[in-house]
C-alpha cells in the first residue's frame, strides 16, 4: 500500500470528524498476496446491523442443507416485533411471509424484526458454525436487533427503544454505552469482514444457487448514502450491507466494475456526534472505500 493512498483514507475520516477503520482486497486472491489496503484492518470494530450478513449466511446453509425450506411461511404479528425504522415492525397489521423473503427485507431495507426472526429460527450456535467454517476468528455474535435495543435501554436510563435513542442523540451528554464498545457488542474486523464477503463472492460460504441469492441481496439493498455514494455509475455493482447505531456507521460491500475482478472492501466508523443523521460521514465511507478501491484497480499493489 502507497503511504499516500493510507494518508488520504485517515484524512477523509478526520475531515468527516470520526475514527474509521478500512480493509479492501481482491474477491478470489490470498489476503495480501496481490497487495490490499488496511487502515485498522485488524481492531476490534462493533458490527451493528452487519451482523446481519453473517447471519443470512447461516440461513442460507439451512436452505442448502434441506433443514428449512425458503418458501416456508412465518405469520408476523407486527405489535410483537422488534422495533425499527423499516420493515415489517412499521406494518399495521399481520402478514405471512416466507423465510426467504424475511431474509430480503432483512438485508435490503436492514429490516430488525425480520433479523431477530431469523435468528430465532437459526439460532446463535449456527451463526457461531458459519464463523468458525470461514476463519473469522475476531468475529463474535452476541445477539440480535432486541438484545442490543435492551442494552442501550438499560445502559441510557430509559423506559423504552425510543428513549434510549433520544437519548443517546443528545451531543450534550456523553454516553459510554456497551453498543458501541467492541468488548460487549457483537464485534468484528474489518479483514474479518472482507474475509467473509470473499468467502461469499467464490462460493465458499454458501454453495450453489443459494450463493447467487446472497450476492442478489446484497446488490439490492436500497441503501445508497455510503459505499455506494462513491461509485455513483450505473455499470458498477456495488453490494453491501450497512450497520448504524448512534454514532456508529459501517458498510461492507464488494465492488465490481465491468470486465474486472470485484473488490471487496470493509468500513468501519465511529463520529464524534451521534445525530440521527450525519451525511458528512456517510459520504467518507464512500470516499474512503473509493480511494481503496481505485488503489487496488490501479495494480499499483501488485
Not at 430509559?158 to 434510549?164: D, F, N, Q, R
Request: hydrophobic letters at 45%; one cysteine or more.
Amino acid at each position: 500500500m502507497t503511504p499516500s493512498a493510507e494518508k488520504r483514507i485517515r484524512d477523509v475520516f478526520a475531515d468527516a470528524g470520526c475514527i474509521g477503520w478500512l480493509h479492501a482486497r481482491r474477491v478470489g486472491t490470498p489476503d495480501g498476496s496481490a497487495g490490499d489496503i488496511a487502515v485498522g484492518a485488524d481492531d476490534l470494530v462493533v458490527l451493528a446491523s452487519v451482523y446481519k450478513l453473517p447471519l443470512f449466511v447461516s440461513l442460507c446453509r439451512a436452505f442448502d442443507s434441506g433443514e428449512l425450506s425458503p418458501t416456508a411461511t412465518v405469520r408476523v404479528t407486527p405489535a410483537d416485533c422488534t422495533p425499527g425504522p423499516t420493515g415489517v415492525s412499521t406494518f399495521r397489521d399481520p402478514i405471512v411471509l416466507s423465510w426467504r423473503d424475511l431474509a430480503l427485507s432483512m438485508m435490503t431495507v436492514s429490516d430488525n424484526a425480520a433479523a431477530d426472526l431469523v435468528l430465532g429460527r437459526v439460532g446463535l450456535e449456527s451463526v457461531e458454525r458459519v464463523l468458525s467454517d470461514l476463519g473469522l476468528t475476531s468475529t463474535r455474535v452476541i445477539g440480535g436487533a432486541a438484545d442490543a435495543h435492551s442494552s442501550l435501554v438499560i445502559d441510557a436510563h430509559a423506559h423504552t427503544t425510543a428513549e434510549a435513542f433520544a437519548a443517546l442523540a443528545d451531543n450534550d451528554e456523553a454516553w459510554t454505552v456497551s453498543a458501541y464498545d467492541p468488548s460487549y457488542a457483537s464485534a468484528t474486523t474489518p479483514r474479518d469482514m472482507t474475509t467473509l464477503l470473499d468467502a461469499i463472492w467464490t462460493g465458499r460460504a454458501v454453495p450453489g444457487p443459494h450463493a447467487a441469492f446472497v450476492r442478489q441481496a446484497m446488490s439490492a439493498q436500497v441503501w445508497q448514502h455510503r459505499i455506494r455514494s462513491g461509485f455513483p455509475y450505473s455499470d458498477v455493482d456495488v453490494a453491501g450491507k450497512t450497520g448504524t447505531i448512534g454514532a456508529i456507521r459501517n458498510e461492507v460491500a464488494v465492488v465490481t466494475f465491468p470486465g474486472e475482478i470485484p473488490v471487496a472492501v470493509a468500513v468501519f466508523t465511529r463520529a464524534a456526534r451521534a445525530d440521527p443523521v450525519l451525511p458528512v460521514v456517510d459520504a467518507a465511507i464512500g470516499h474512503a472505500a473509493r480511494i481503496a478501491v481505485t488503489e487496488l484497480r490501479s495494480g499499483r499493489l501488485d
